[in-house]
């Protein structure tokens, strides 16, 4: 069965550093995958997916994941942390085509920022 | 658009009660889903469906019941609450199947005491 890791499950960082929150998929052949947030007592909302083609994807409030076929991750970063990223992260797979009847997430990552 | 909605926002139970958590979306969304959310578990998929009339099981099924009468709305019912369904309840849909963007309602948090 697809399955997902987030290493770390807290990660804190300075505002304006670095922020890299890492995820690796299971499947040999690749999923799709996702980036989801979550804001304190809110659901959840997409960040960013791969699905095919460029394996480096942008997404909204300037984070980005590049996907790696060789070492089956998709890491999520952002340049510049900011106050307003604290958040709950989490990375999801999808198998593709018909296998693809879930999306299985990963237990998350808590950020953290401090000023 | 409402999107996703989701009632109530907070329940408590007594074990061994039964009630309905209610979902509705009004994107014409043909793929739903129920997932619960404990902590350092991340969240688990319950039931999903690709279609009114069509559910499936997801990971953790036992406890749960559900149906699907119509696109719109995508109730899940608790049998016979147990303390160990407490969490917090989301429901989620999209276009037509799990690998599209996935969009969330605002939860409900269950306490079975």
Known sequence: ?115 | NAGVTQTPKFQVLKTGQSMTLQCAQDMNHEYMSWYRQDPGMGLRLIHYSVGAGITDQGEVPNGYNVSRSTTEDFPLRLLSAAPSQTSVYFCASSYNRAQETQYFGPGTRLLVL
Request: with cysteine.
């Open chain 1, 1 to 115: 069965a697809q399955s997902v890791t987030q290493l770390g499950s807290h990660v804190s960082v300075s505002e304006g550093a670095l922020v890299l929150l890492r995820c690796n998929y299971s499947s040999s052949v690749p999923p799709y995958l996702f980036w989801y947030v979550q804001y304190p007592n809110q659901g959840l909302q997409l960040l960013l997916k791969y699905t095919t083609g460029a394996t480096l994807v942008k997404g909204i409030n300037g984070f980005e994941a590049e996907f790696k076929k060789s070492e089956t991750s998709f890491h999520l970063t952002k340049p510049s942390a900011h106050m307003s990223d604290a958040a709950e992260y989490f990375c999801a797979v999808s198998d593709r085509g018909q296998a693809g009847t879930a999306l299985i997430f990963g237990k998350g990552t808590t950020l953290s920022v401090s000023s």
